[in-house]
């Protein structure tokens, strides 16, 4: 969720075949989305706030609507209840819940189709979190609005904006990566900069801070060779160049892979990854993707959110997610997991909580949850990404 956006990778990274033009997924507190190959984007689960970007809103949906009004749609992310995309030219359009302005529409109304951010130029990259979003621009300079009230517009002040708003002292930034109440950057070659809530020692600087926070942007410390970022409910994970993920801030689910249940204000390893070539992070678990196609994840399991086929407890550890191949793109939320596999006819699974309809799979309310990745209906997304079934050229 609050999910990942991709730096520039080095060449051999991005020659890899499960990195070829893989559309994106993303995941939110209770819904997920798709780009699709022609640059709309799909979205289903939770629209109470009218989250999903279609104008027939409902409380929740069970399978994929398309969000209108979108066109060229290069990149998507969703947060609590509201979600954002870069379009054409660069431009970030935004809808659902904006209680805080976090869908930087100008006022507080929330809107059920998007609205075009306004006061910022092209933006490369853009992140959703509890009730803030942020923008990578052209120019290196990262951009946030909404909620503020714990520093994490990094302003240097605790306020909320409904309009963007330039973060201090960072510039050089590639990629940006959103909390609940905390953002972070990848700036320069590799190095991360953080601001906001640091009560779990989510900005990775060595310590932990009272609320409010932290309002102005640190380094993290021992990372300078990060090449994709996300970042959970408390906590923050980097992969980095040699292909393994650190991660940092708290831990009490485990959501940290170092095998102990504890916060660390410093980044940790995670344990057993030295081939990966992505990463999600959800409020509470972090996931993944490695060269091959497969998956794993680690961190809060009660509903099964970690998908190998358990639930209930919570795994300090990576464990392979089952019953998927030919991964090529992933997705967390709060409590539910999502990737894009090359299985036929239907190439998007997701597991965990579904109550709202976040797993897509036509079902919704009671207490539904799977701990074992399931289709998603309305297919063949082989169709919808582009590709014939089977296929990802």
Not at 131 to 160: K, M, P, R
Not at 237 to 263: H, P
């Amino acid at each position: 969720m609050r999910a990942l956006i991709l730096a520039l990778l080095p060449l051999g990274l991005l020659a890899h075949p499960n990195l070829a033009p893989a559309q994106e997924l993303a995941a939110g507190g209770g819904h997920t989305c798709a780009t699709l190959a022609d640059g709309s984007v799909m979205c289903w689960g939770w629209d109470e706030q009218g989250q999903l970007g279609d104008s027939a809103q409902n409380y929740s949906r069970p399978n994929p609507a398309l969000a209108d009004g979108l066109a060229g749609a290069v990149a998507v992310d969703a947060g609590y209840q509201h979600t954002c995309a870069v379009a054409a030219a660069g431009v970030v359009n935004c809808w659902g819940y904006n209680r805080w302005g976090q869908i930087g529409g100008g006022n507080g109304n929330g809107a059920i189709t998007g609205v075009t951010v306004i006061g910022i130029g092209p933006a490369t990259a853009v992140g959703t979190g509890g009730n803030h979003s942020c923008a990578v621009l052209a120019d290196g300079s990262v951009w946030c609005w909404g909620h503020g009230y714990h520093g994490q517009l990094g302003t240097g002040t605790f306020i909320e904006s409904n309009v963007a708003l330039q973060v201090a002292g960072v510039s050089g930034a590639s990629a940006i990566a959103l909390g609940d109440y905390h953002a972070c950057a990848i700036v320069g070659s590799g190095r991360v900069k953080c601001w906001g809530r640091n009560l779990d020692g989510q900005l990775g600087d060595g310590g932990s801070d009272p609320d409010p926070g932290v309002a102005t942007a640190v380094d993290v410390l021992g990372i300078d060779d990060a090449i994709a970022i996300s970042a959970g409910s408390s906590h923050t994970c980097v992969l980095r160049s040699d292909q393994t993920v650190a991660c940092w801030g708290g831990g009490a689910r485990g959501a940290l892979g170092n095998g102990v249940a504890e916060n660390s204000p410093v980044p940790v390893s995670v344990a057993g990854i030295d081939d990966a070539i992505d990463l999600v992070a959800g409020d509470l678990h972090t996931c993944a993707l490695h060269e091959g196609g497969t998956m794993s994840c680690w961190g809060y399991n009660y509903f099964g959110t970690v998908g190998d086929g358990s639930n209930r407890n919570d795994r300090l550890l990576p464990q392979a997610v089952v019953g998927l191949s030919g991964v090529s793109a992933i997705a967390a939320g709060a409590e539910h997991t999502c990737a894009r596999t090359s299985q036929s006819p239907i190439n998007v699974m997701c597991w965990g909580h579904g109550t709202f309809g976040q797993l897509g799979d036509g079902r919704i309310g009671g207490a539904h949850e799977t701990p074992s990745p399931v289709f998603v209906s309305g297919g063949p997304f082989d169709v919808v990404f582009g590709g014939s079934p089977g296929s990802f050229e």
